[in-house]
């Protein structure tokens, strides 16, 4: 499928992406390899994520319970049945996609700020079930003794090893969500985005192709989300909260919406940010929690929609197309309102 | 033997709360005609469109496709019956190249991405192979709707129903538009025209229904349209 839907110009980025990762463990030191890690592991969601706000222009505000619920099934199999990740990955990535097609049919057949208070609603619906549903989840306390994902071990740094498999799926991840954005399911998921009367009226089911993307969009999350719970060993309800939604939709929305690079660029950006602010802002402003992140993140938000609309991913195309471009004419007005 | 009707609407009514759009009306479209819907502002004539391709669900009877009752479907249900249509309000898909709107509708149907000669013929139809490269919402406003007409036209229907084609169209535009629409009804597609255009409504239709605060008041020749009383005292007035 990808062969010959996937630009040239993003399987040149991609093996770009590949190369730097590669050679990442020998320059960086295990902070910074564990933050690309997340930044990894966030940007698989957003990506997803782009896919059905971006190109569906659909809204979700509970994204981070398809991840929880990836991380969850992924974690609760293999620890309580004993299965391998490998397995327990696809198993839970599968019921992820099932659930969010059972949850998005009724869902999805609201709009604009209804979608969004519904995706919300399931969201905190999800927290609380993770909280209260004790002998299943343990509760607030959470549960450890998650296995860690098996694959040979190249360097004796832990973070290095996790580096290239978590990047290994997410450039996986990304060429197939290029590929599928610049197929013909792409050109349908974009139309119906931009009209979804007239999508209607080619003779697209928009509601079923909104719930595929629905589901889709889930799929990388719960990916991520499995990801996460092989890496970090220890699960607990607190970082699938709605706050962690509404970063997920930061990235997207400061990477790029209606981008796939706009996922991976929002991710990187916002946690290497984040931790940024973490190093930085103690000793400006004492006692500072987190929650000032947040502030800061607003004003990235409001700078970029306002000066970058389309989000920072696509500075680079702008680039690449100022320096290839050749000096045009300007166009009279009048011949444009002749044309008209 | 009558021409074939492709498509019906039997006693419809749409009422939107205490309103009356659309009161008791049928209307038939018969194959391989140009059916002209006219009437003044409020008339309900794109109600009537939006019932026709089940955008809006009439609040009494009924609305067939070649017989087969359409209430309750969804819009692309009739689109795949062989029913598309316009709007007056575009409807394109924006930020899709004029190509690739074209494309949708070729693919929608089934039709590979190999059909690129389906496209390429789509678009020097309608004069905008030109375009082809160009998003959609870049165009001027004459060029966005014949992007729109194309579309329209790649689904090969067998009904097209067009909601003021000729609006924001140059006088040259307007002359394409009428040679296109009696092209299209000589390949065998039946079209319902909603057209403020009188000239150019009266100039290509085979049939005129007149529509007057919901109620169908006329179906006539083209040529009786201007004499017929009803029609002066509702729409076109007395000098």
């Known amino acids: ?340 | 033997m009558p021409a074939e009707t492709l498509l019906e609407t039997r006693g419809v009514w749409r009422e939107f709360g205490g309103v009356v759009a659309l009161r008791d009306v049928d209307v038939a479209l018969r194959a391989g005609e140009i059916l002209a819907l006219i009437g003044p502002n409020g008339a309900g004539k794109t109600t009537l469109l939006n019932v026709f391709s089940c955008v809006l669900a009439p609040t009494r009877g009924g609305v067939y496709v070649r017989g087969v009752r359409m209430n309750g479907r969804s819009p692309h249900a009739v689109a795949r019956a062989g029913v598309t249509r316009t709007f007056q309000n575009l409807q394109l898909f924006g930020s899709l190249t004029v190509e690739e709107n074209v494309r949708v509708a070729l693919e929608a149907r089934g039709r590979g991405a190999a059909d690129r000669s389906g496209v390429e013929r789509c678009l020097a139809r309608l004069g905008i192979a030109d375009r082809a490269a160009d998003r959609a919402d870049e165009l001027p406003f004459g060029q966005r709707r014949l992007v729109e007409l194309a579309r329209a036209l790649a689904l090969e229907p067998t009904a097209l129903l067009l909601d003021e084609p000729a609006a924001g169209l140059s006088l040259l535009e307007r002359v394409a538009l009428r040679h296109l629409l009696l092209r299209v009804r000589s390949d065998g597609v039946a079209v319902l025209l909603v057209e403020h255009d009188l000239d150019l409504a009266l100039g290509v239709a085979d049939r005129v229904v007149v529509l007057d605060q919901g109620v169908k008041i006329a179906d006539l020749k083209p040529e009786e349209v201007r004499r017929d009383e009803r029609v002066v005292a509702a729409y076109l007035g007395t000098e």
């Open chain 1, 1 to 340: 499928m990808i062969r010959g839907v996937l630009p040239r110009r993003d399987a040149v980025a991609l093996a770009a992406v590949a190369a730097l990762i590669a050679v990442a463990p020998f320059a960086l030191s295990g902070y910074y390899l564990g933050v690309l890690v997340t930044a990894g592991l966030y940007g698989i969601a957003a990506v997803g994520l782009c896919l059905f706000v971006g190109y569906a222009k659909q809204i979700s505000l509970g994204h981070a319970a398809f991840y929880g619920l990836g991380a969850y099934a992924s974690g609760l199999l293999a620890t309580r049945l004993g299965l391998s990740p490998w397995l327990t990955l696809p198993v839970a990535v599968a019921l992820v996609v099932l659930a969010a097609a059972a949850v998005g049919y009724p869902v999805l057949r609201l709009e604009g700020n209804y979608l969004a208070m519904a995706t919300l609603a399931l969201g905190i619906m999800f927290s609380v079930v993770l909280r209260e549903w004790i002998p299943v989840t343990a509760g607030p306390s959470g549960f450890s003794g998650i296995p860690e994902l098996p694959f040979p071990r190249v360097f004796a740094k832990g973070e290095a090893n996790t580096l290239w498999l978590v990047w290994a799926f997410v450039i996986a991840l990304a060429a197939l969500a290029l590929a599928f954005v610049n197929s013909r399911w792409g050109r349908a998921l974009r139309a119906i985005g931009d009209s979804e009367l007239a999508a209607e009226l080619v003779g697209l089911d928009t509601a079923r192709w909104k719930v595929g993307i629905f589901a889709l969009s889930a799929g990388y999350a719960a990916v991520a989300g499995a990801l996460y719970a092989h890496y970090v060993t220890f699960l607990s309800p607190e970082p699938f909260g709605f706050m962690f939604s509404l970063e997920l939709l930061v990235m997207a929305v400061v990477g790029g919406l209606a981008s796939v690079w706009g996922g991976i660029t929002g991710a990187v950006v916002i946690v290497a940010l984040t931790e940024l602010l973490r190093r930085a802002l103690p000793p400006w402003l004492p006692g500072s929690s987190g929650e000032l992140e947040l502030v800061v993140f607003g004003v990235i938000l409001i700078v970029v929609l306002l000066l970058r609309p389309s989000g920072l991913a696509s500075l680079g195309a702008w680039v690449i197309e100022r320096r290839g471009r050749e000096p045009i004419a300007v166009e009279a007005p009048e011949a444009g309102a002749r044309a008209g």
